[in-house]
């Protein structure tokens, strides 16, 4: 009999669940509205995954993998999703009483990280290191094959790195000068409309200055320069802990490709400890489905 596994990513706006097989093929994938309320949330999932598993009579389910945007302890409970409005919250309880299967929860971010590992641009590592770079900095660890969560659920932030880019510029956690506030498009966006042209659009993405980087101009190329310098050492900085093989770059920013890899491996060379420096830089794979992929990987290549 096939064996399968539901990866679920609880964001704060939308729920994705997938069923994914042994073998790593999405055999099927729904997309809904994440419900206000806690229970009615759980009681839509175990909704959705009966219906799922409706269509694959012949699948063995061995559990669900579910990704949430907050610290998680044990695998299991979370300390408060300030996106979801929960305070804490045994998700695996919740949702193993009502499957009646094995669940075990992870930090979405470094979910992704593993689904990344599993099938998609880390694939063959046993060491690596995330970056997913969008309106913030996500990511995550993996040491030996496994989730690096941390005594508090806090492990893998790699977002809050403290930099010294951008000593004054405060970041949503509270501190200043994350690796966040620098590198993310946020920060590239925010240092840009320091220089015209951009002091003077009406809107700027971070796909705007890198282009303009492209095309030559100078302020933008410093800018860009200056969040790969950031992500780079920080990669250098992870580096000399992990040691990985691999480091991956993902989320919106990553659609500039070779222009945000370039300069975040140059600076990686510079300031990464020699012994620790044989590291591949590449691009994520997964998108938006990779919390799914890791929700399965938790059954199908971790062990208890
Ligand atoms: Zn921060």
Redesign the pocket.
Known sequence: MRQVCFGIDIGGTTIKLGLVSQEGDLLEKREFPTQRELSAAFDDIAANMRQVLDSFPDAMCIGAGVGVPGPVLNQSLVRGCVNLGWGDTDVAQELSRRMGMPVKVENDANLATLGELWQGGGKGCRNLVMFTVGTGIGGGVICDGRIVSGASGGGGEV??LPMSFRPDWP???G?YG?L?VTASATGIIRAAREFSPFKEMAEVTAKDVYDAAAAGDENARRVVDEAGAALGTAAAILGCVVNPEMVLLGGGVSAAGRALLDPVEAAFKKNVFPPCGNVRFALAQLGNNAGIFGGAALFFTQSA
């Open positions: 977002g809050h970041c949503s956690c501190k994350c966040e």
